[in-house]
């Protein structure tokens, strides 16, 4: 075999090193960096120098000739197209990868296969999935190669099991507060966290055994967890119960089979990727840490059900909320009457339901049309046609275009209601900027729009949906609804960022929004300390934080989803994470109540929305 060798170009190293500092790429100095290049040169390159014990490579921007290794997977689709190779003789350092991704381009296919033993020369690179802004760590990587192949039908190099007991229980050390918060440029700590443990990894070959799955397939990809037992939900997901509770045994799962040959497995939260899975570990930008494998992906149904919640007693009313997901006349009649069956069959026909993302009668067509009556009237037939109650509806158009969503579509907050159980106090005068007021009305609170819009003129909505308050009556008493869809998480970084913790950017907006909800709460409970007040929507934070403590600012609500075990409580799977995002908060007068997050849509592969709606009962 030939012997390696490296060209050593250390201005240029240092150049891109310094620019990697100034992009908090990388926080080591380019003298050091340097150094290695050239004493690696001496050495005779391999990946386990290329990838260093740090996620930044030690030789980033350098031309390497001649590494060795065998081939453990091609990627011969999409725009990163390219290969992963091994050194099946590793220096014995648990810190450093012997794996890595060769980088051919999105045109043809990598000629080589699993097996073929190579040489490759190319220049070292950190590619950042998603880009630099997006807080992602980098994949260390070789770009514009060179490959001999020197010999085929190889063994692989022995797969790395990833299992409950080799996955640290911590995830992620602390971020360097001079490096910005990066964990770039320490020294990974594989036995210690998670994360460094996914790190010391990257590129190579490794194996799960039957994993649950936690996170249902879409987008030809799903997510498992190696930990069975970590944060469990009853309905076989991983629970995210706090900025803590990472849960590190996630991990995502896509193939390296072309659909075309192999169609990707319907799975669902609770069933099973049964057998071995083995596969080169990735990082992209949608999840971090992927297992691409070259093996065949068999799922097993466990039978994970719809829920249906019971139906209301006459003397409960029942409220709840539901984000419909971009509803809209173009949508086919499918969506409408699954929509509509879930209303009736899982929802039991609630009193008042709020509705998330309904969109105007031209959808995301940006042509000036705010008004969103198609929408909902084919919404209510679907419901109607599916058995439930000939509902109502109120709702106030958005100014064209000022309220966030997708461009066009003009999303809103939608109230329907049921006139033969629950009235509807209309008040003349709502509109898109005009807010809403509390006054006393014989010696009770009352609105002075209804329906009318919370502070619409607040910088707390600009750009985002403004809240919609609702007075009905039911059985003689007043309650208070306000429809709420707070900012979305849009900007955060990622669980896996190279920031630790990751920066939650999107949060203050949605403390602005908050404690103007928050507020106008405190003017009706100001008014009558008793009144029924409901604030429901998709809040879009969970119940542990910031948003949801502002909030519940002086007593004023309290987040019902506690009221569940913890380990139902969520109304979305991200990432594998079954989390919080959809709320009902209720003021004090609201002491005893029954709550439901109705399970229906976030674990599953076949989805009506992505959201599971919420359901509260209570007696006035």
Do not use: C
Request: aromatic share 8%; no cysteine; proline share 7%.
């Amino acid at each position: 075999m030939p012997s390696s060798s490296v060209t050593p170009r250390s201005a240029a190293l240092a150049a891109v090193v310094a620019a990697a500092v100034a992009a908090g790429l990388l926080a080591v100095s380019p003298a050091a960096t340097a150094d290695s290049a050239d004493q690696a040169a001496a050495a005779g390159v391999r990946i386990h120098h290329i990838q260093g014990d740090t996620r930044i490579s030690p030789l980033v921007g350098t031309a390497v000739a001649d590494v060795p290794g065998i081939v453990t997977g091609v990627r011969g689709y999409g725009s990163s197209r390219g290969f992963w190779f091994q050194d099946p003789d590793g220096d014995g350092d648990a810190r450093t990868s012997e794996g890595i991704f060769v980088f051919t381009g999105s045109g043809s296919a990598p000629a080589v296969r699993p097996g073929d033993s190579v040489l490759v020369s190319g220049t070292v690179s950190e590619f950042v999935p998603g880009g630099t802004n997006s807080g992602n760590q980098s994949l260390t990587q070789l770009s514009r190669p060179s490959v001999t192949v020197l010999s085929s039908g190889n063994p692989l190099p022995e797969a790395v099991t990833v299992a409950a007991w080799t996955v640290p229980a911590a995830y992620a050390p602390t971020g360097d507060p001079a490096a910005g918060g990066s964990v770039n440029a320490l020294r990974l700590d594989p036995r210690r966290f998670a994360l460094d443990y996914y790190e010391s990894l990257e590129g190579s070959n490794i194996r799960i055994g039957s994993s649950r799955v936690v996170g249902a397939s879409a987008y030809s990809e799903l997510w498992v967890t190696v930990k069975p037992e970590e944060n469990r939900t009853p309905r076989g997901g991983t629970r995210y119960g706090s900025y803590e509770s990472q849960n590190g045994g996630r991990l995502k799962v896509q193939s390296l089979v072309p659909l075309a040959e192999q169609p990707f497995p319907k799975a669902n939260v609770g069933d099973v990727l049964t057998g071995t899975t083995e596969g080169p570990l990735d990082f992209n930008q949608y999840g971090g840490y992927t297992l691409t494998a070259r093996t065949p992906l068999t799922v097993a149904d466990r039978g994970t059900g719809r829920e249906s919640a019971r139906p209301q007693g006459r003397h409960e009313l029942s409220v709840a909320t539901y984000n419909v997901e971009n509803l809209d006349p173009s949508d086919p009649q499918e969506k409408f009457d699954a929509l509509g069956r879930a209303v009736v069959g899982n929802l039991a026909s609630p009193d008042i339901l709020a509705l998330e993302e309904i969109q105007d009668n031209s959808g995301a067509r940006n042509d000036g049309t705010v008004a969103a009556d198609q929408t909902v009237e084919r919404f209510i037939a679907a419901i109607r046609a599916a058995g439930g109650p000939a509902y109502e509806w109120r709702g106030i158009d958005p100014e064209n275009n000022k309220d966030g969503g997708e461009p066009g579509g003009n999303i809103r907050q939608v109230f329907l209601f049921n006139p033969e159980r629950v009235s509807f106090a209309d008040r003349a005068g709502g509109d898109a900027t005009t807010p809403t007021g509390v006054v006393r009305e014989r010696g009770r609170a009352a609105l002075t729009l209804s329906p009318g819009r919370v502070a619409p003129a607040d910088a707390a909505w600009e750009s985002s949906r403004k809240p919609l308050a609702g007075e009905f009556t039911f059985r003689g008493k007043k309650v208070f609804v306000i429809a709420n869809h707070f900012g979305s998480k849009g900007g955060d970084e990622a669980l896996t960022s190279h920031r630790q913790p990751p920066n939650r950017s999107s949060e203050v907006r949605r403390l602005q929004q908050a404690r103007a909800v928050n507020g106008f709460v405190k003017e009706v409970l100001a008014v009558d300390r008793k009144a029924d007040v409901l604030v429901v929507g998709d809040i879009n934070d969970f119940e542990f934080s910031a948003t949801t403590d502002a909030l519940t600012d002086g007593g004023v609500l309290y987040p019902a989803v506690k009221s569940l075990p913890r380990g139902d409580r969520y109304s979305y799977v991200y990432q594998g994470n079954s989390q919080v995002l959809d709320q009902i908060l209720t003021s004090p007068g609201i002491g005893d109540f029954g709550y439901d997050s109705v399970h229906i849509n976030a674990e599953f592969a076949d989805q009506d929305s992505d959201h599971d709606p919420q359901l509260l009962r209570f007696r006035p």
